[in-house]
C-alpha cells in the first residue's frame, strides 16, 4: 500500500493531467451534434491504427516464452483492426449518402 502511495505522489501532475483530460473529452464530446457523431467516431477509429503498430511491436520485442505479452498482443492486433476495418465501412456507407443516385 505504501508502494503505492509513493507513486501516486511522484505522479500526482500527470495523474491530474489525465483527470483533466477525461473531464475536458466528456464535455468536448458531449457538446457534438448528433448529427457529427458517425464521422467523428469513424475517423476516430482510423486513427486506431497506432494500436495496431503498438501491438505488433509489443509482440516482436516480447520473449518466445512470454505468452501473456503474445497472446495480449494479438488480441489487440486483431480488436484494432476490426476497429480500423470497421472505421472505414461506416465512413464509406456515409459517404455514400451524399452520391448522386444512379438512374
Do not use: C
Not at 22 to 30: A, K, L, M, Q, T
Request: proline letters at 3%; glycine letters at 10%; charged letters at 10%.
Amino acid at each position: 500500500m505504501e508502494q503505492l502511495l509513493s507513486w501516486i505522489s511522484q505522479h500526482q501532475e500527470i495523474l491530474y493531467i489525465v483527470m483533466l483530460m477525461v473531464f475536458v473529452g466528456i464535455e468536448v464530446i458531449g457538446r457534438v451534434p448528433s448529427v457529427l457523431h458517425t464521422p467523428l467516431m469513424s475517423g476516430a477509429n482510423a486513427i486506431h491504427g497506432v494500436v495496431i503498430i503498438g501491438a505488433i511491436i509489443v509482440m516482436g520485442k516480447a520473449a518466445p516464452t512470454n505468452y501473456l505479452a503474445l497472446i495480449l498482443g494479438f488480441i489487440a492486433v486483431i480488436v484494432g483492426t476490426l476497429n480500423v476495418v470497421g472505421g472505414f465501412v461506416v465512413t464509406d456507407r456515409m459517404l455514400e449518402m451524399f452520391s448522386k443516385k444512379k438512374k
